[in-house]
Every structure is written in structure tokens, then in C-alpha cells.
Nanobody
Framework: GQVVESGGGLVEVGGSLTLSCAASGPPFNGYTLGWFRQIPGKGREFVAS????????YYQVDVRGRFTISRVKGKNQINLQMTNLRPEDTAVYYC?????????WGQGTQVTVSS
């Protein structure tokens, strides 16, 4: 399978960004998809996930209430709307199945929040 993330950029504290992910092929078809992020020097961490139907969503506690994950109905395209961004949200953001498939990490998209 292939995954392409987009939408990252540089934003000031308190600002907003929306990330997009387009996934194709196995193992993405019909699976729960998620966003993950990696801060330099640290391991990759879970951010949010959404089921294929969009009915079940989960968030890491630090982003709950600020980030919203959504899915294009019936497709392997998901978005992550991020608001009230903080410097600690600075990371490379990745899309993958949840749990993640190690062979299918994409390039990610960089989000930088300046204070």
C-alpha cells in the first residue's frame, strides 16, 4: 500500500492546520486509520484514530478537544483538523492503519508551531 500525507506547515501558537492523508491498497482498505507523530529524539506516538465507518474515534489525551479526526465516507482518506496548536505539537505527522503497519509508513508532513 501507499500513503501520502499533506497539509503541514509553520504556524504560530494558537493557530490551526488541517492535515490530509490519502491511503491506497492493502493493508489500508477498510481498516481503522490513524494519525501518529514523531518529535525529534523521541519515538512515534499515537495521536488519533477513526474506524472505517467513522463511528469510532479515539484521541491521545493531550490533543483531545483541540484536534478532530475525520474520514471521507467509504474511502481511505482521513483528515486531522488541529486547533489551538502548542509548541509541543511540533512534530512530523504520519498516517497509517491503527495499529500501524511497519512496512507502510509514509514520508509524513512536518508541523512546526512557533512561540
Amino acid at each position: 500500500g501507499q500513503v501520502v500525507e499533506s497539509g503541514g506547515g509553520l504556524v504560530e501558537v494558537g493557530g490551526s492546520l488541517t492535515l490530509s492523508c490519502a491511503a491506497s491498497g492493502p493493508p489500508f482498505n477498510g481498516y481503522t486509520l490513524g494519525w501518529f507523530r514523531q518529535i525529534p529524539g523521541k519515538g512515534r506516538e499515537f495521536v488519533a484514530s477513526i474506524s472505517f465507518t467513522g463511528e469510532m474515534v479515539y484521541y491521545q489525551v493531550d490533543v483531545r478537544g483541540r484536534f478532530t479526526i475525520s474520514r471521507v465516507k467509504g474511502k481511505n482518506q482521513i483528515n486531522l483538523q488541529m486547533t489551538n496548536l502548542r509548541p509541543e505539537d511540533t512534530a512530523v505527522y504520519y498516517c497509517n492503519t491503527n495499529p500501524p503497519s511497519e512496512k507502510n509508513w509514509g514520508q509524513g508532513t512536518q508541523v512546526t508551531v512557533s512561540s
